[in-house]
Structures are given as C-alpha cells and as structure tokens.
Antibody, heavy 122, light 108 residues
Framework: EVQVLESGGGLLQRGGSLRLSCAAS????????MSWVRQAPGKGLEWVSTVSAGGGSTFYAVSVMGRFTISRDNSKGMVYLQMNSLTAEDTATYYCAKGTGSGSYPYQFDYWGQGTLVTVSS | EIVLTQSPGTLSLSPGERATLSCRAS???????LAWYQQIPGQAPRLLISGASRRATGIPDRFSGTGSGTDFTLTISRLEPEDFAVYFCHQYGSSPPWTFGQGTKVEI
C-alpha cells in the first residue's frame, strides 16, 4: 500500500524558516519524481516544487524560487522542503505528492499525503 | 506559463443529474497531459483522470474525461452523494511551472 506522510508544519513569524518532511513507502521510491503542492486556506492548488527521481534535478515555482529548497534521500524514502524567509503568503497546507514520472518530470500526481499546515504570522 | 481556467465556478445539481465541468488552457497542452482531481473538504486531492481521458485505478466509470489541445471536459454521468466536492484540472505537459485550474465546486 502506498503511503505518503508529511510532517513539520507549524506556526511561525514572518521571516522565519521551517523544514517540512515527507515519508513515502509502498512503491519504488527512487523511481518516482516527488513534489510539493500547497493550498492556501479556502483557495486552489499551487504547485511549489519537484525533485527528480534521482535527485539531480529540482524545479520551483517563481513564488518560492531562491527561498525554498527541495531535496530527497532515496535510502530513507524521504523528501524535504526547506523554507526560508517565510511570509504570510506562504501560509497554506503543504501536500507531498508522488508523481508517476520516473525521470525529471512528475507528470500526474497519483498519491498525496494528508498535508501539513504552515501558518506564518505577520 | 499555461493558465487553466475552469468553468463554472460553482455547479448546483441534484443526485442523479449529469455534471459537465470545463477546463480551458491558455495554450495547447502537449500530448493531452491534462489531469482531473477531486477534493472533498478536509481531505487531500484524489486523482480521477490523467491523459485527458484515462480513469485512475478504482475510479467509477461514471467519471469520464474528454478533450485535447486547449479544451477539456470532465463529465460525471449520474451524481452520487459522495461526488459533491471541488474538482481541479492540472496540466503537466510542458516544462515547469505545472499549473492547476482554480477549481469547480459541485454542490447540492
């Protein structure tokens, strides 16, 4: 059974940093691109970042480029999102999502975690 | 960046009725790399359709997707009570950024 579980969310002040973690299991982790997608309260979905299956390629939305860093540890089945210089606009539920792509691009997201809430106070 | 515009914003229907949701792209989506997701309040999104028309594993056949190029449609042939939710389209066919539509809420 595929499982995706995020952790690390919380309440913090503007300008702070936070590291989200995602534990994935039940599939060949090293064969799948992994992504973070966020959803601000009451809003739609926004793709944030993707790391390729091997970890050598990373992609970011313009809104987070230079502030967020995605990484993965294939030996542990883990994906991370380091978030720096946070603002109120980063307040959202952050979902970790498994892509069906086996290379750099994720393609569609077939499994999602339940999300972790990040709240940035101004 | 490919912008996806969904319509209508809200669809008010009754169980047993047919729902037709639209997703229009600002430019042609390569290889019909268009997906649909269902999100029930308080839950994570669930993949329904990929490749514009391919149902994901375990998705009932009352859900169907059509379209190509810039115009795509999700149809729910007969609404069940559990289908009342928000639906998002998503394009993954070009280089990043990969984008989502703003969502269509299907309500009773």
């Amino acid at each position: 059974e595929v499982q995706v579980l995020e952790s690390g969310g919380g309440l913090l002040q503007r300008g702070g940093s936070l590291r989200l973690s995602c534990a994935a299991s039940g599939f060949t982790f090293s064969n799948c691109a992994m992504s973070w997608v966020r959803q601000a309260p009451g809003k739609g979905l926004e793709w944030v970042s993707t790391v390729s299956a091997g970890g050598g390629s990373t992609f970011y939305a313009v809104s987070v480029m230079g502030r967020f860093t995605i990484s993965r540890d294939n030996s542990k089945g883990m994906v991370y999102l380091q978030m720096n210089s946070l603002t109120a606009e980063d307040t959202a539920t952050y979902y970790c999502a498994k892509g069906t792509g086996s290379g750099s691009y994720p393609y569609q997201f077939d499994y999602w975690g339940q999300g972790t809430l990040v709240t940035v106070s101004s | 960046e490919i912008v996806l515009t969904q319509s209508p914003g809200t669809l008010s229907l009754s169980p047993g009725e047919r729902a037709t949701l639209s997703c229009r792209a600002s430019q042609s989506i390569p290889s019909s790399y268009l997906a649909w997701y269902q999100q029930i309040p308080g839950q994570a999104p669930r993949l329904l359709i990929s490749g514009a028309s391919r149902r994901a594993t375990g998705i009932p056949d009352r859900f169907s997707g059509t379209g190509s190029g810039t115009d795509f449609t999700l149809t729910i042939s007969r609404l069940e009570p559990e289908d009342f939710a928000v639906y998002f389209c998503h394009q993954y066919g070009s280089s990043p950024p990969w984008t989502f539509g703003q969502g269509t809420k299907v309500e009773i």
